[in-house]
Every structure is written in C-alpha cells, then in structure tokens.
C-alpha cells in the first residue's frame, strides 16, 4: 500500500478548507483516510496562528514508515524543518527563443553605433 500525506479539501464553493491527511494513494481525494495530521485554512492570512496546524511528530513517523507528501505538503512540511526543500528547475522556459535573441542583439548594436557626422542627434 502506496501511502500519501495529502489534503482533502472541504467547505462550500470559493470558501475553501483542506485537511491534511494520510491516505492510500489509491483512494479519492476527499475520501477515505487513515489518519488526520491537522488542516489548512487558505483564507485565513499569512501571519495568523489557525491558518495551517499539523502535528509534526505524527508527520515525522508517517513519513518514517514510507509516506510521501504531496507537492504542497512537502512546503509546509519544508518550512516546518521536517523536510529539505523541493528543487525546481526550468530556467530555459524564461528564456527568449532564437528570433527574439536575434532582435535583441541588432537593438544593441543599434543603441552602441555613435550617430554619423552628418546625422542630427535626435
């Protein structure tokens, strides 16, 4: 048995509550579970004490006996201390492609050419 340290979300529609949870990775989303860890009020601000409660011993031997946290978990678990950090990595999707490298570097040469003589300077 697969097991995950997930939320499930609960309230009503745009007043959203998860609670974190482990369960089989099999199971739904909001359905069965085996165990409450605690629960995150994203509606809450950053600063308030009642916006994320987990009980981090719990955590810790969950995650000794072979559960993974989810993506967001890992970052609240990250921030905790629990876990080391998640690395991401894709610096080449915020690069410009071939064109726009092309036609930054003729603006350049364009901007460092000193106006001819008989040119005004604008």
């Keep these: 048995m697969s097991l995950k340290i997930r939320m499930s979300r609960g309230g009503t529609k745009k ?8 369960a089989d990775s099999h199971s739904p ?3 069965r579970f085996i165990e409450k860890l605690g629960f995150y009020n994203p509606l809450l601000p950053k600063d308030h004490a ?24 890992h970052r609240f678990l990250a921030d905790a201390g629990v876990l080391k950090p998640l690395k991401r990595n894709n610096p ?7 064109k726009a490298q092309e036609r930054a570097a003729a603006a350049a040469t364009l901007a460092a050419k000193p106006p001819a003589e008989g040119e005004a300077a604008a």
């Design 92 to 98: 080449e999707k915020a690069k410009p492609k071939k």
């Design 15 to 22: 007043r959203p509550h998860y609670k974190i949870v482990v």
């Design 29 to 31: 989303r909001d359905g």
């Design 50 to 73: 009642d916006r994320l409660k987990l009980d981090l011993e719990r955590t810790k031997e969950w995650l000794k006996k072979g559960a993974t946290a989810s993506d967001r978990v």
